[in-house]
């Protein structure tokens, strides 16, 4: 099993910033792919920006050049900075870690933070 501890979120004004940190322990593999995702209120989650035990990133085009994710592999911790916030970014942020354990894929998902953004 893995545990994701999110920490970060809060309440900002529009063109504000914040950083998300999700620190994972337990059985996680050294190679794996962690990332971001959130939930606006009655919409679906949706991406926001993974990164892999290598350093490749993905992001979702809202975001692309506001937004980035980093990690810490000796800390097993995913960042995410959030810069220029806009009122459309307001939603509970999701950690999410993927790895495989042979041909199987495990999805672990952390308990989300709240990020509001006031226009």
């Known amino acids: 099993q893995v545990q994701l501890v999110e920490s970060g979120g809060g309440l900002v004004q529009a063109g504000g910033s914040l950083r998300l940190s999700c620190a994972a322990s337990g059985s996680i593999f050294s190679d794996n792919t962690m990332g971001w995702y959130r939930q606006a209120p009655g919409k679906q989650r949706e991406l926001v920006a993974t990164?892999?035990?290598?350093?490749?990133?993905n992001y979702a085009d809202s975001v692309k050049g506001r937004f980035p994710i980093s990690r810490d592999n000796a800390k097993n911790t995913v960042y995410l900075q959030m810069n220029s916030l806009k009122p459309e970014d307001t939603g509970v942020y999701y950690c999410?870690?993927?790895?495989?354990?042979?041909?199987?894929?495990?999805?672990?998902w952390g308990q989300g933070t709240q990020v509001t953004v006031s226009s």
């Open positions: 990164i892999t035990s290598g350093g490749s990133t």
């Open positions: 999410n870690a993927v790895q495989y354990y042979g041909n199987i894929k495990y999805d672990y």
